[in-house]
């Protein structure tokens, strides 16, 4: 038995702090991501508790006629705008720890091994109860490549950057489809990070 899950990452957001929207050129890459989905028969959509999560997955929602399942454990290692008064480089300083620490837990948020079992555990579950399915999960870079350095070996995740885990934060564009099967208990990496689906912005 196996299930196919598309791991999407958000469309561009707005600028700014917090639970922010997606852009006007997230709106257009969103909107080309549900165009692609259309074609398939996809049984199950999750996503980020997030503003621009829910709203891309908005968009593929309606094109492929299905209801969006939040779940909490698609939310990002960390948010900028949880820590009050803390600044972008502040943030983003914090965001390098986490990543080249995996363990490190910072003042909000997960650690990015933690963060990366919470989508294993979602896509697991989801798994259990839809097998033979394609399931689209709208969630974050970060965590994507936080559950990708958990369950895949360094020799193919440098199959897809000869450096992965040191470049991992600049690896997954927004609107970025993410394929892999969850097949007899393990995790199989289809795709990575593609957006040829989005070649009309270019």
């Given amino acids: 038995m196996s299930t196919d899950f598309y791991l999407v990452r958000h469309a561009e957001k707005q600028k700014g702090t917090g639970d922010v929207s ?3 050129l997230g709106i257009q890459q969103a909107r080309m991501t549900a165009t692609y989905f259309r074609k398939m028969p996809i049984s199950r959509i999750c996503c980020s508790p997030l503003q621009r999560a829910k709203q891309t997955a908005g968009f593929i929602a309606e094109a492929v006629n299905q209801t969006i399942l939040e779940d909490t454990r698609l939310r990002e290692r960390a948010n900028w705008g949880d820590l009050p008064g803390q600044t972008f480089q502040e943030f983003i300083e914090m965001w390098n720890h ?14 990015a091994r933690r963060a990366g079992e919470r989508l294993s555990s979602c896509i697991v579950e989801l798994s259990a109860q839809h097998t033979i399915e394609r399931i689209v999960i709208v969630t974050h870079g970060g965590l994507i490549t936080d559950f990708m350095v958990n369950e895949f070996s360094q020799d193919e995740l440098n199959a897809y950057h000869p450096d992965f885990v040191q470049t991992q934060s600049r690896l997954v564009p927004e609107c970025s489809i993410t394929h892999i099967k969850y097949v007899d208990g393990r995790f199989v990496l289809i795709d990575f990070a593609n957006i040829t689906h989005l070649h009309l912005l270019g």
Avoid: K, M, N
């Fill in 22 to 24: 997606i852009s006007p």
């Fill in 98 to 111: 986490c990543t080249l620490e995996r363990d490190f837990v910072p003042p909000v948020g997960d650690s």
